[in-house]
């Protein structure tokens, strides 16, 4: 993707046009592959723009409908096609693609830089048609904004679009996502998105970090590298006091303001948010990604840990957030980093409780970090019988066999593919249990 990374970006509408704003190629030598000028907030910004120009009185504000796991396949591989004259990169990305949606023509990767341009790409005829039949349009992602004089145009704007989305790609609206308002409405929903507090909140973080030279809100950054008059201006923010009031106060929580916070209380490394996650962990499921990485970002007490470990493993058996094998895996990923999260007893019953390859791979792993030696010695002659996934962590966990045990199993072994010797190689200089 980076190496057609520029095609892809000059057969898209040009972004001085100011229609898509999301994911403009433009690699930076510290690894970041998009123009940080063009994000949510230069989208937000033009429509600011649109609403104070006084030429319309409605917009059409509307979301697809899971977008990334319903791209289809062929409409996608035509686009690079036409995009690109490197062919084979385009063959490599059609077998890449196919692994894991086996026999499904549909779905890319989420959340991976590659797969946003991917999904610009395929939209970018869309925003085409809309271009085509005259309308004003913005998006960022699938979020589209189309402003209109008249309500008679807004609705057939809307139609249009959902008419482009559906025959072009298979793609829906989300329904309580998607509707038609008045510019007024719309203004208070773009000005008023979060209370006065956060906005605020949102402006003086944001002139903090500019100053500091992160120009984009969601970029990474070090805390502790930070100076101590600049750490203390972001702690006087009281980030863990807006996400505590917040979390507390609905049911049905802000994704991208919970995001935002968990996010820099993780740069941050403050712990003073843990009990309140704990306590409302099943609200937290949209972001659930971004929960597990605070916990294992900051600094927590050994007996804070082990209390929240036992409440991971409650939510895995007996909760709406742990029966998604996305959610286990972050759960159980915790355990397979280390050993400070203590329920090591737990790991061979939950082993047998959650067949499916993702969960039993991070369990494997677990199992081999916390030196449980004697789970592994009755299963290695059955070794060739697991998924490949799966084989592949009980090689590297195996490394937890006392002694030479390890090496002379892994010696034993007929017919390793070359990754799983390179594993075997290199776990025996990295024990998992070390």
Not at 181 to 206: A, G, V
Not at 294 to 299: P, V
């Amino acid at each position: 993707m980076y190496e057609i990374g520029t095609e892809l970006e000059e057969y898209r509408i040009p972004k001085d046009q100011n229609i898509a704003f999301s994911h403009r190629f433009d690699p930076h030598q510290d690894g970041r592959m998009y123009d940080t000028d063009y994000n949510w907030e230069s989208f937000q910004n033009y429509c600011v723009d649109q609403v104070d120009s006084e030429e319309y009185e409605y917009v059409v504000v509307a979301d697809i409908a899971d977008f990334f796991p319903r791209i289809y396949s062929h409409p996608l591989e035509q686009a690079l096609g036409e995009a690109t004259t490197k062919a084979n990169h385009v063959k490599a990305l059609k077998r890449c693609l196919s692994q894991p949606n086996g026999s499904v023509s549909y779905g890319i990767p989420v959340g991976q830089a590659a797969s946003r341009l991917l999904a610009e790409l395929v939209l970018d005829d869309v925003d085409r048609g809309l271009m085509g039949e005259g309308y004003n349009h913005c998006r960022f992602v699938d979020d589209y904004r189309i402003f209109c004089r008249t309500e008679k145009e807004a609705f057939e704007a809307l139609a249009t679009l959902a008419n482009l989305l559906f025959e072009n790609h298979g793609l829906t609206l989300q329904q309580h996502k998607t509707r038609v308002m008045t510019l007024e409405k719309f203004e208070n929903l773009l000005r008023n998105e979060d209370d006065q507090e956060i906005s605020i909140l949102y402006e003086q973080f944001h002139e903090i970090i500019d100053r500091i030279g992160i120009h984009n809100v969601y970029d990474d950054f070090d805390f502790d590298g930070l100076d101590e008059e600049t750490q203390d201006e972001i702690r006087r923010l009281n980030l863990e006091e807006i996400l505590e009031e917040h979390l507390n106060d609905v049911d049905n929580i802000d994704i991208s303001l919970v995001r935002f916070l968990l996010k820099r209380l993780s740069q941050i490394g403050n712990p003073d948010s843990v009990d309140c996650l704990i306590e409302n962990i099943e609200k937290l499921y949209p972001v659930f990604k971004e929960v597990m990485m605070y916990f294992q970002a900051i600094e927590i007490e050994t007996e804070t840990k082990h209390k929240i470990g036992s409440k991971l493993i409650d939510i895995c058996q007996d909760s709406v957030v742990g029966h998604l094998e996305y959610n286990r895996i972050l759960m159980f990923n915790i355990f397979t980093n280390d050993n400070e999260w203590n329920n090591e007893d737990k790991f061979s019953r939950l082993y047998t409780e959650f067949p499916d390859q993702y969960s039993q791979r991070e369990l494997i792993l677990a199992m081999g970090r916390a030196g449980q030696d004697y789970w592994f010695r009755p299963r290695r002659r059955n070794v060739s019988d697991f998924t490949p996934w799966v084989k592949r962590a009980f090689l590297a966990a195996s490394s937890c066999l006392p002694g030479d045990q390890a090496a002379h199993w892994y010696r034993s072994l007929p017919r390793l593919d070359s990754l799983e010797r390179v594993i075997t190689k290199w776990a025996l200089t990295h024990p998992v249990a070390d």
